[in-house]
T-cell receptor, first 119, second 108 residues
């Protein structure tokens, strides 16, 4: 249980285009999802917290107009990188807060990640 | 702000025991999680501590001392497949913040 999928797994795009990444919780409802970015050999940096039915909460330094997040249902959150540039190339990972249970609400389950390369 | 510190790299041999420490300083604290990440992959959940003490899950155990803002992950009977990066993460109210990660190298 607690499986999170992410699509696409990798994408290459031209500078200036927009890219949409989908994150789905497959076997549980996730009221809260998180979006992270990870550069090579670095830690995961929280970009934003996505709550179903409300606006995402962005971390300091993350441009909300560049990284559009939509959490329209309890199983789907999307991240759109608008007008992508080479410096946006990174590994983007989503996670969903675990289904209610003994401790699982305080853990998160990660999608497989999306590797974005902007040329 | 939030600050989590881990050693950057640890090397051990197969069959050995290794401990990866994590100290944290956060504005809020609900619990400490540990994740494993192989190169090119996504993190996978290993263990979680909300209360002081030791949690054991197979070969992996995790310890937390809230008064010391300190925790560790203990890996026993190391296997080659355990070579990966290990991250501690603090559940700070509704958010999770990750440490810088510890690269574990397991040698034959």
């Amino acid at each position: 249980g607690a499986v999170v999928s992410q699509h696409p797994s990798w994408v290459i795009c031209k500078s200036g285009t927009s890219v949409k990444i989908e994150c789905r919780s497959l076997d549980f409802q996730a009221t809260t999802m998180f979006w992270y970015r990870q550069f090579p050999k670095q830690s995961l940096m929280l970009m934003a917290t996505s709550n179903e039915g409300s606006k995402a909460t962005y971390e300091q330094g993350v441009e909300k107009d560049k990284f559009l997040i939509n959490h329209a249902s309890l199983t789907l959150s999307t991240l759109t990188v608008t007008s992508a540039h080479p410096e946006d190339s990174s590994f983007y990972i989503c996670s969903a807060r675990g289904p209610s249970g003994r401790t699982s609400t305080d853990t998160q389950y990660f999608g497989p990640g999306t590797r974005l390369t902007v040329l | 702000g939030q600050s989590l510190e881990q050693p950057s790299e640890v090397t051990a041999v197969e069959g050995a025991i290794v401990q990866i420490n994590c100290t944290y300083q956060t504005s809020g604290f609900y619990g400490l999680s540990w994740y494993q990440q192989h190169d090119g992959g996504a993190p996978t959940f290993l263990s979680y501590n909300a209360l002081d003490g030791l949690e054991e899950t197979g070969r992996f155990s995790s310890f937390l001392s809230r008064s010391d803002s300190y925790g560790y992950l203990l890996l026993q009977e190391l296997q080659m497949k355990d070579s990966a990066s290990y991250f501690c993460a603090v559940n700070d109210f509704n958010k999770f913040y990750f440490g810088s990660g510890t690269k574990l190298n397991v040698k034959p």
